[in-house]
């Protein structure tokens, strides 16, 4: 008899650590910002510190590093690391938590995508509980304001979660052929290569951004890695109903150290989201295949 939680409820905690490390990964990058070093220049420092973290397990786990769909690997770097440089751009022009709740969107246009590109067919329980904290994240969004203003920012951080959607579907794919850190180490590179040209110029050299931006990097190897893993358990859909618990985290990050404020409305969107995650991880598994006479 087997022992120990399966691979799916395995996955279902890494992408609630991810949630929650990706939430502290945008108030560290405002904090960044805000100590002087721009967008590009926050973002360069993370995939430093990842790539860096990335060969030196690859250096101290000989083998590691064994990439299978070159093609793909590349697409994921390069969607992935634009995904973040125009993330980490909104982060320096809205709020944190806006502009990681504006990123967070990529779930939902993920789900379309892998329905084209995979094949892979949500259950109405899924799509229904990705409706429900979706809602959840407008409601948070709004902020309990009548209107809502698009502006540059807003519409930076749009172009991300399209972006991040691709990306992630990629992952998906490369799940069945490449392992975490190799993904991992595509994404890094490519975030490299792209951010690091943009980040020419005067660069602060206060202690404080320094250190924030680094802490950035290796918080978002954590969460890459998390996420990463998990994504060969769980189909894109159901991922994307966990992973709509980042702007959640974001949120309550933001409020309780930038001190940004919780609304009634946006706690009450808070609390939809994790209900819907909730009723997805219930009612939203494929029952199981029926067996072969």
Not at 9 to 38: D, I, Q
Not at 71 to 83: E, K, N, S
Not at 119 to 148: D, K, M, N, Y
């Amino acid at each position: 008899m087997r022992s120990g939680i399966s691979p799916a409820s395995r996955a279902r905690f890494l992408l609630f650590l991810a949630a929650a490390l990706f939430g502290l990964l945008a108030v560290l990058a405002r904090f960044a910002s805000l100590e002087g070093l721009t967008a590009a220049q926050v973002a360069t420092v993370r995939f430093a510190v990842g790539t860096a973290i990335a060969l030196a397990i690859f250096r101290l786990r000989p083998g590691t590093f064994r990439p299978v769909r070159r093609g793909l690997l590349v697409t994921r770097g390069v969607l992935g690391g634009l995904a973040a440089l125009l993330y980490f751009y909104a982060l320096s022009l809205i709020p944190a938590g806006q502009a990681t709740l504006l990123n967070n969107t990529f779930p939902v246009i993920a789900v379309a995508i892998s329905y084209f590109t995979l094949g892979e067919r949500p259950t109405w329980h899924l799509l229904l509980a990705l409706g429900v904290t979706s809602l959840g994240v407008f409601l948070v969004i709004g902020g309990g304001q009548a209107g809502f203003t698009m502006g540059w920012g807003q519409w930076v951080g749009i172009a991300s979660a399209v972006l991040g959607a691709g990306a992630v579907t990629s992952i998906r794919a490369l799940r069945a052929t490449d392992n975490a850190a190799t993904i991992f180490f595509a994404f890094t590179l490519g975030g490299l290569l792209v951010s690091a040209p943009l980040s020419l110029g005067t660069w602060s050299f206060h202690e404080h951004a320094w250190i924030f931006a680094m802490a950035a990097g290796v918080v978002s190897f954590a969460a890459q890695i998390s996420m990463t893993e998990a994504y060969g358990a769980l189909t894109v859909a159901e991922a994307a109903v966990w992973q709509q618990l980042t702007p959640v985290a974001s949120y309550l990050w933001a409020g309780a150290v930038l001190g940004e404020g919780l609304s009634s409305v946006g706690i009450a969107g808070v609390a939809l989201g994790i209900g819907g995650v909730v009723y997805g991880s219930v009612l939203g598994r494929k029952p199981p295949e029926p067996e072969e006479a």
